[in-house]
């Protein structure tokens, strides 16, 4: 089964300051990797994905991500962070194998961002 | 773009009482799963259907069930309510194949008094 861990659990950035969350994840097998947000209220919504291929992800709103496969990590970074990223993040994967595979969610990293 | 559609998006029900989640997948979308937030939580998924087959399960309680229907949306029925099951219920959909994303609705928040 797999795993993922989020070791920051509450962020508090200045905007403009840059961001970065971790996420490792524990697998024995190939995996799909995603960040989510879930803005205060509302559902979750898919930031970036990696499926294969160029490491270096780059996702809506200014975000990216980079599968570094030798430290089963996936962090998240943004050069500058604005108020309007203040959310809760989560790292997630599922097997790239076979159909209808299941998330497995870290923790969540709740980010606030002040003015 | 159309998105996944879930209802009702919030219900309150009294311990023991049975309640009815809906999702409707996006268009042309041939894949659900369900998943359960509790409050200050990551989702934990309950179960998925592909193609109106039941494909993985986990951690869903006995009490409560689901199935996929012919035009792909799925409802998720939860009898003998407690007070544990309070929590958001969020469908997400996805086009199946290994590089599939999948999408979220907007959730249900059920409150069990």
């Known amino acids: 089964a797999q795993s993922v861990s989020q070791h920051n659990h509450h962020v508090i950035l200045s905007e403009a300051a840059s961001l970065e969350l971790g996420c490792n994840y524990s697998?024995?097998?190939?995996?799909?990797l995603f960040w989510y947000v879930q803005y205060p209220g509302q559902h979750l919504q898919l930031l970036l994905k990696y499926f294969s291929g160029d490491p270096l992800v780059k996702g809506i709103k200014g975000f990216e991500a980079e599968f570094i496969k030798s430290k089963f990590s996936f962090n998240l970074r943004k050069p500058s962070v604005q108020w309007s990223d203040t959310a809760e993040y989560f790292c997630a994967v599922n097997p790239h194998t076979g159909t209808a595979s299941k998330l497995t969610f870290g923790t969540g990293t709740r980010l606030q961002v002040t003015l | 773009a159309a998105g996944v559609i879930q209802s009702p998006r919030h219900l309150i029900k009294e311990k023991r009482e049975t309640a009815t989640l809906k999702c409707y997948p996006i268009?042309?979308?041939?894949?659900v799963y369900w998943y359960q937030q509790g409050p200050g939580q990551d989702p934990q998924f309950l179960i998925s259907f592909y193609e109106k087959m039941q494909s993985d399960k986990g951690s869903i309680p006995d009490r409560f069930s689901a199935q996929q229907f012919s035009d792909y949306h799925s409802e998720l029925n939860m009898s003998s309510l407690e007070l544990g099951d309070s929590a958001l219920y969020f469908c997400?959909?996805?086009?199946?194949?290994?590089?599939?994303?999948?999408?979220f609705g907007p959730g249900t928040r059920l409150t069990v008094t």
């Open positions: 697998y024995g097998g190939t995996v799909n």
């Open positions: 997400a959909s996805s086009s199946g194949g290994r590089r599939h994303e999948q999408y």
């Open positions: 268009p042309r979308h041939d894949t």
